[in-house]
């Protein structure tokens, strides 16, 4: 029989841990049997990848930024979330539309109200009792002082547009995710990513097994 599909998306400010874990949760899900479509925003198609070049280094403006993430966003899950879903896979995206939230709305001060009117807009789909607005099953937002996350990404990459931000624009995106939880506390884990990889691994397998997702 053909399993449910199921939509997993990490969270957290950069330099978080996200990347690291990734991969692993995908192979955890392989061993077992299912298949993974590993994916990422802004980004996961050829259109999308090339918005996301835009979005990551161009200086734009914020009402031109929040519209290039949602066009890459309708793109993604149009082209690879919603088919990938449909063949009953796992779907892992790095991001998703709570990052718009916590990156373009408490971070850059963008109107929410608007943010969620696009969220409804974009990420309404058809299925089979009628149409809805697609949410990742489970959110696992990795949770660090911006200050730790600063100090793991000096000298690990060139920082992008995002990354070079400060410490306090951090902490609004820090607060974002917060909101986004509050309003929709059954969809989150809450990953201590201050402790050591194999700790931070472990929080993150049993956040999925809890699901029943995972033996
Ligand atoms: N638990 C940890 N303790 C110490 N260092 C870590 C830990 N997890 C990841 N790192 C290191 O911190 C850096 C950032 O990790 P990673 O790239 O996984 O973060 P990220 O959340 O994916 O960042 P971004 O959103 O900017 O892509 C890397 O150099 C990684 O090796
Ligand atoms: C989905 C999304 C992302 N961003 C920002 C957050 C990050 O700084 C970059 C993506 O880089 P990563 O290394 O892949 O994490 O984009 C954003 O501002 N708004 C969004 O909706």
């Not at 990490?10 to 590993?38: M, P």
């Not at 990938?84 to 939230?101: K, Q």
Request: charge should be neutral; glycine fraction near 8%.
């Amino acid at each position: 029989m053909k399993k449910r599909g199921l939509f997993i998306s990490f969270e957290g400010i950069d330099g978080a841990g996200k990347s690291t874990h990734l991969g692993a949760l995908a192979r955890a899900f392989e061993a077992q049997g299912r298949v993974v479509t590993l994916t990422r925003e802004p980004g996961g198609t050829p259109l999308a990848e090339k918005l996301r070049a835009i979005i990551l280094n161009d200086t734009i403006d914020s009402l031109t930024e929040v519209m290039l993430v949602f066009a890459a966003r309708r793109e993604h899950l149009q082209q690879l979330i919603e088919p990938a879903l449909a063949r009953g896979e796992v779907v892992i995206s790095d991001r998703f539309t709570d990052a718009t939230f916590a990156y373009q709305g408490s971070g850059r001060g963008y109107d929410w109200q608007t943010l969620l009117y696009l969220e409804r807009l974009v990420q309404t789909v058809q299925g089979l009792e009628g149409d809805f607005v697609r949410q990742p099953d489970l959110t696992l937002w990795f949770e660090l002082d911006p200050e730790i996350a600063a100090q793991r990404l000096a000298g690990a990459r060139v920082p992008d547009k995002f990354e070079s931000q400060s410490a306090a624009f951090f902490d609004r995106v820090s607060h974002g995710y917060a909101q986004r939880l509050q309003a929709d506390p059954g969809r989150f884990a809450r990953i201590a990513a201050d402790n050591p990889r194999e700790t931070v691994w472990l929080s993150v397998l049993q956040a999925v097994q809890q699901k029943g997702w995972l033996v």
